[in-house]
């Protein structure tokens, strides 16, 4: 099957900062992106999703600029928490869908702990 | 959004066959019943997927009944690397289009 990776796999940051996370698919290309979050013992609620070379889309109660999204290429998409507090921190999960598949591939994760 | 109910935990031996439900009444005709499961501290991963036929792949089979208003994920022999979450999810036969997870079952697989 196809993969997908996700960078950092763990990041730890003060509250206020600013936390990039990238998610790659390796041997495909995506034509959509999308960004999870999951709180602990609880299930993933989806944030966002995301075509190669336009906006992404938002659900409902995600803040867009708070929650940045970025998807140039079909291999790279990067979620930034910008001014991130406490209540960020979370288990943040990438999936990725390619044309030639019919399920998506979801990346390893990136727990964000903000101090 | 049609919706998916599945049992919050389950047990089973090593070892041994494992049936997991989910329901499903109020599918709609063109929804298909999809399966993913998530390790500890793991992104998710796809299990399998059907419409209306029964389905085997090298991870599991998934029995669909025949009004379709449930399902059952099977897993032959569970060994301890399958004990996880498992969510069953209604959706197209497209890959790029969102999925809403449910609670999911929580499988333990017993030495």
């Known amino acids: 099957g196809a993969v997908v990776s996700q960078h950092p796999s763990w990041v730890i940051c003060k509250s206020g900062t600013s936390v990039k996370i990238e998610c790659r698919s390796l041997?495909?290309?995506?034509?959509?992106m999308f960004w999870y979050r999951q709180f602990p013992k609880q299930s993933l609620m989806l944030m966002a999703t995301?075509?190669?070379?336009?906006?992404?889309?938002?659900e409902q109660g995600v803040e867009k600029d708070k929650f940045l999204i970025n998807h140039a290429s079909l291999t790279l998409s990067t979620l930034t928490v910008t001014s991130a507090h406490p209540e960020d921190s979370s288990f943040y999960i990438c999936?990725?869908?390619?044309?030639?598949?019919?399920?998506?591939?979801f990346g390893p994760g990136t727990r964000l702990t903000v101090l | 959004d049609a919706k998916t109910t599945q049992p919050n935990s389950m047990e089973s031996n090593e070892e041994e066959p494992v049936h997991l439900p989910c329901n499903h009444s109020t599918i709609s005709g063109t929804d298909y019943i999809h399966w993913y499961r998530q390790l500890p501290s793991q992104g998710p991963e796809y299990v399998i997927h059907g419409l209306t036929s029964n389905v085997n792949n090298r991870m599991a089979s998934l029995a669909i009944a025949e009004d379709r208003k449930s399902s059952t994920l099977i897993l032959h022999r569970a060994t301890l690397r399958d004990a996880a979450v498992y969510y069953c999810?209604?959706?197209?036969?497209?890959?790029?289009?969102?999925?809403?997870f449910g609670t999911g079952t929580r499988l333990t697989i017993i030495p």
């Open positions: 041997d495909f290309q995506a034509t959509t």
């Open positions: 999936s990725a869908q390619g044309h030639s598949y019919n399920e998506q591939f």
């Open positions: 995301s075509n190669e070379g336009s906006k992404a889309t938002y």
């Open positions: 999810i209604l959706g197209t036969n497209f890959g790029n289009e969102k999925l809403t």
